[in-house]
């Protein structure tokens, strides 16, 4: 007898206003609901909270809600400083306040060590700083409305909508007095449409302005563009189309590490928060209790944030590296601070390390610090160094977890724990680990 497909009805979504209390905050700093046993995800709520929700997606295991009213506020809940927030993707975590968003980001970080490492331990005090004022970079997407209107900011939450934002408390202070006047300087170019994004730096040699169009500008706008930057005093760097970045005026950028100086293009990787940054180091290199005979790996090591640090006190530093030109970059960094001590290597660390030159060196110290992704490739090789102690850097405490479980399954303890405040008001999360083998 011949059977014929018949495909699913497509469910229908309700989206009838629902009442529902917020049990918890995800480790993204959404508000968790649940229907029955199935979480329902509602950006912008409060754990303790009743509100009113509608449904915008209605998944088997889990759903998806806009936020419609708040009926029973939580005491936690306060006002947001920013103007833009709510509608601007940047931040998502202004209505708790900061002490409280640093205690449910403990509270996260626990909760995801024991569900998924098995791991339980009183964490260290947070490393902290100040709440405003603290991104050192940004990328401001820009295009023209259908309208003809310029904007210029940040994307909608889940959307690719633009907020324009002429004024973001969170950013760099000369940074962010720059927003009002760049935003009329592109206002004003023949070629708007055509300009993609740009991305502002706060570097020790003063502001990076990065502009990139999609084709390549006419020489008006040229013209204006680095009259702008000679006017502000700036260093401006300039992408047409597929060339390569040009920095049209000023030095190459760097940044200062106690006595350390780093450079770095604007499109490299740098942590946005300075202090943060700073502080996470010194407490790394604390962590790891490093001595003049040490031999110490770091692994996604990019221009040498770690590296150089540690070389200042390590016997030899090697660090490995995903991208050939943050290589690049970590090497001449190494030489710029007369550090012979520390040498860099290109690698793709989803391959098998053991088999590289440098995996069969002999390391007793690790730290690494890798993507969101996390670091599952390098783990093995990792727990299997015979290091007698490993610092793990996260931007991610689930890929923390699952990674700490192949660390603890072969003969390592978790013996401290820590969140780092490297973004307040948002619901990222930086983290340390230190494990030492028994």
């Known amino acids: 007898m011949a059977r014929f497909f018949k495909p699913q009805k497509k469910k229908t979504l309700d989206t009838k206003h629902k009442a529902m209390t917020i049990a918890r905050l995800d480790h993204q700093g959404d508000g968790v609901a649940f229907e029955g046993k199935k979480p329902v995800f509602v950006a912008g709520a409060l754990p303790g909270e009743e509100v009113l929700l509608q449904l915008t997606e209605d998944k088997r295991q889990f759903a998806r809600a806009r936020l419609i009213k708040v009926t029973k506020p939580s005491a936690e809940r306060i006002r947001p400083f920013c103007q833009h927030y709510g509608a601007c993707g940047g931040c998502n975590l202004q209505h708790l306040g900061h002490s409280a968003q640093i205690e449910a980001k403990q509270e996260t970080l626990s909760q995801l060590m024991k569900k998924f490492a098995s791991a339980e331990l009183e964490q260290d005090a947070p490393v902290v700083s100040k709440e405003k004022g603290y991104r050192r970079r940004a990328r401001l997407s820009v295009k023209v409305s259908k309208s003809g209107k310029l904007e210029m900011g940040f994307r909608q939450r889940s959307a690719n909508d633009i907020v324009t934002v002429t004024d973001c408390p969170v950013l760099d202070a000369e940074l962010n007095a720059l927003l009002p006047d760049v935003y009329t300087l592109l206002d004003g170019l023949r070629g708007r449409r055509i300009i993609g994004h740009i991305e502002l730096v706060a570097s020790n040699q003063g502001r990076v302005l990065l502009v990139r169009a999609i084709k390549p500008l006419h020489e008006d706008d040229q013209a204006t563009l680095k009259g702008f930057a000679e006017h502000h005093g700036l260093i401006y760097y300039l992408q047409q189309a597929d060339e390569a970045v040009n920095r049209v005026l000023g030095e190459q950028p760097n940044y200062a590490l106690g006595d350390l100086t780093l450079a770095f293009e604007p499109q490299d990787f740098i942590q946005v928060n300075a202090d943060i940054n700073e502080k996470m180091i010194a407490q790394a290199l604390d962590w790891l209790s490093l001595t003049e005979d040490d031999t110490v790996l770091d692994l996604f090591c990019g221009l040498g944030n770690f590296s150089l640090p540690l070389a200042e006190k390590a016997k030899t530093v090697v660090g490995i590296e995903g991208v050939e030109e943050m290589v690049l970059r970590a090497s001449d960094n190494a030489m710029r601070n007369h550090q012979s001590n520390a040498r860099f290597y290109h690698a793709n660390l989803e391959q098998d390390a053991a088999e590289t030159v440098w995996g069969r060196e ?32 996260s931007c991610n405490p689930a890929t923390l977890a699952r990674d700490s479980q192949v660390l603890l399954d072969n003969g390592y303890q978790l013996v401290r724990l820590g969140m780092l405040d490297m973004f307040p008001h948002t619901g990222h999360l930086e983290s340390m680990a230190l494990f030492v083998k028994d």
């Open 362 to 393: 002999s390391y007793n110290k690790i730290l690494l610090d890798p993507a969101r992704a996390g670091a599952l490739g390098v783990m093995p090789y990792v727990a299997q160094s015979g290091a007698e102690q490993v610092v793990y850097v």
